[in-house]
């Protein structure tokens, strides 16, 4: 699997993932005004008439600047990769961590009942806790959460979106802007409390 750019704004906020190929046109579109970490890829083009071959050296996070900064998303789209990723592939009901064949978005406030499929009424529930709760209020059954979902900021969804592939010197970048919460690992400390 090919490692992904982490692409900056000028003032340093994250704002998406791009391939080689499109980090390359900001390159050559010389809208890349500074970079951080290690290079990805090298990528060589024609050869000269003096026999010369042009490099263009992509580094792992590049900041861009245009006509307007661009601004990071206020709020990342819910998707059950994202939701599954936030919550360790941990079952928010039973504590329990399950491949993601086994794993199901569950709305604490079901939607049958005015509930809005938000990032903070979701969190991951095993198929079996899932269907034990059913489209019932955790106030009417014996049931309770072991942690509250929260919304993720930029830096926290790009990071879960690109956990097979990110780079040490991304992650590094990305971890500074983390919530503190999240920085010291959110759900292992609510999961050890609740044992």
């Not at 990723?85 to 009942?113: M, W």
């Not at 969190?123 to 059913?134: D, E, L, M, S």
Request: aromatic share 8%; charged share 25%; glycine share 8%.
């Amino acid at each position: 699997m090919q490692a992904q750019i982490l692409r900056l704004n000028l003032a340093g906020q994250p704002l998406e993932w791009l391939t080689w190929e499109e980090a390359a046109c900001l390159y050559v579109r010389e809208l890349v005004t500074w970079t951080l970490g290690g290079v990805v890829q090298t990528v060589h083009g024609g050869i000269n008439r003096f026999g010369e071959r042009s490099t263009l050296d992509l580094a792992a996070i590049i900041a861009c600047g245009g006509d307007r900064m661009a601004r990071p998303r206020t709020r990342p789209p819910l998707t059950n990769r994202a939701l599954f990723a936030r919550d360790q592939h941990i079952c928010l009901y039973c504590g329990n961590r399950f491949p993601i064949r086994e794993l199901t978005r569950d709305h604490i406030h079901p939607v049958s009942k005015g509930g809005r499929d938000t990032w903070e009424n979701v969190v991951t529930a095993c198929r079996r806790c899932n269907q034990h709760k059913g489209n019932r209020l955790l106030e009417n059954i014996d049931m309770e959460l072991l942690a509250l979902p929260f919304v993720p900021n930029a830096a926290e969804y790009l990071a879960l979106t690109n956990s097979a592939r990110i780079r040490g010197d991304q992650m590094e970048f990305l971890r500074g802007q983390f919530s503190r919460k999240r920085q010291e690992g959110w759900l292992s400390e609510v999961l050890s409390q609740a044992s």
